[in-house]
């Protein structure tokens, strides 16, 4: 019987098991915990397994783990681009997989008092770890200018300029606190649903919630050190949920494999790039099946990228 929580399986559970291979005795890091799922079949399957969470209400969910798994299972809150320090905390040098599933999790969603749901009225936070800056600092406090950049570069909302407009004459009369209210003028201002699939405030409050959380500084940092910390033979696994993620996991495992382009015949490269420090598993991103997306419509958008470690240094990344 699994111990993660009984109404939550992980996206692509089987799938990222599968990639990672584990067997007793792999150390494998769990970069995103959430309520559980990857690390518990990383456990029942003989791994030894950190989990990393950045939400510290994930934490509830590691005692049963614990238990269960003494000495095998270690829990850490914290940010998984600073797994180094997180192994270097339970005198592990490195591991042999390391799996991530990102952005925001079911329970985060279905707990309104987050804030992260259009669907469920709350406080408009969003905050994943509880500090810093909510969504309702910036969507009251932040340039007109520049609220149009974040739906824009982190929502690919085509109507940015148009919705932060109407935000900042909105919030001039009243502030923004909650998530319903946040919704139903995104709503308006885009002229109601009209039959759309999604709900028109879809793309806002993702790009808010990317933007509260630096949720692509954290994936390209994130990705940087599991290549540091994964052995020569160690797998990394990641699932995304939306383009803009899927297009870092691509653009780095490209890179990283020695794919990218190196010039033409016409025009050979002057010198060659770092040995490649990654093969790739398979070549196109994995969907889940029909069968999985049918029984859980959330993962309808999900895609799995993996790739093995070979034994090239780690690629130098810019400060």
């Known amino acids: ?31 995103t915990f959430g309520a559980g799922g990857y690390s518990s079949a990383l456990l029942r399957a003989g791994a ?8 510290p209400t994930a934490a509830r969910f590691g005692p049963p783990l ?4 003494p000495g095998r299972f270690h829990l850490a809150l914290g940010r998984f681009s600073e ?3 997180h192994l270097e905390a339970i005198g592990w040098t490195g591991c042999e997989g390391l799996a991530l599933d990102l ?13 992260f749901s259009f669907m469920r009225d709350g406080p408009l936070d969003m905050r994943m770890e509880g500090e810093g800056q909510t969504a309702a600092d910036l969507v009251n406090t932040a340039e007109k200018a520049e609220l149009a950049r974040i739906f824009w570069l982190y929502g690919e909302e085509r109507a940015s300029r148009h919705i932060a407009n109407v935000l900042v004459r909105r919030r001039a009369e009243q502030p923004f606190a909650r998530t319903a209210d946040l919704a139903e003028t995104v709503e308006r201002a885009l002229g109601g649903r ?8 879809t793309r806002v409050f993702q790009a808010l919630r990317i933007a509260v959380n630096d949720e692509l500084g954290e994936l390209e940092a994130g990705l940087a050190a599991a290549e540091r910390v994964l052995v020569a033979g160690g797998r990394l696994a990641v699932v995304t949920f939306h383009s803009l993620e899927d297009r870092i996991v691509k653009a780095f495992f490209t890179e990283r494999a020695g794919r990218t382009p190196s010039g033409s015949r016409h025009l050979p490269p002057d010198k060659a790039g770092p040995e490649p420090s990654f093969v790739l598993l398979f070549n196109r991103a994995r969907p889940p099946s ?4 049918a029984q859980n419509p959330r993962a309808r958008s999900a895609k799995l990228r993996a790739a093995e470690r070979t034994a090239a240094p780690a690629w130098r990344t810019a400060a």
């Open 66 to 69: 614990l238990e269960a798994y």
């Open 290 to 293: 029909e069968a999985e997306t």
């Open 194 to 201: 009209r039959g759309a699939p999604t709900h028109p405030a």
């Open 1 to 31: 019987m699994s111990t993660a929580s009984p109404a939550h399986r992980s996206v692509l559970l089987d799938e990222v098991v599968d990639c990672i291979a584990p067997r007793p005795g792999l150390r494998v890091v769990d970069g």
């Open 83 to 85: 797994v180094e320090d």
């Open 103 to 115: 952005g925001v999790s079911s329970m985060q969603l279905d707990e309104a008092e987050r804030g």
């Open 48 to 55: 030894d397994v950190l989990a990393i969470d950045r939400d």
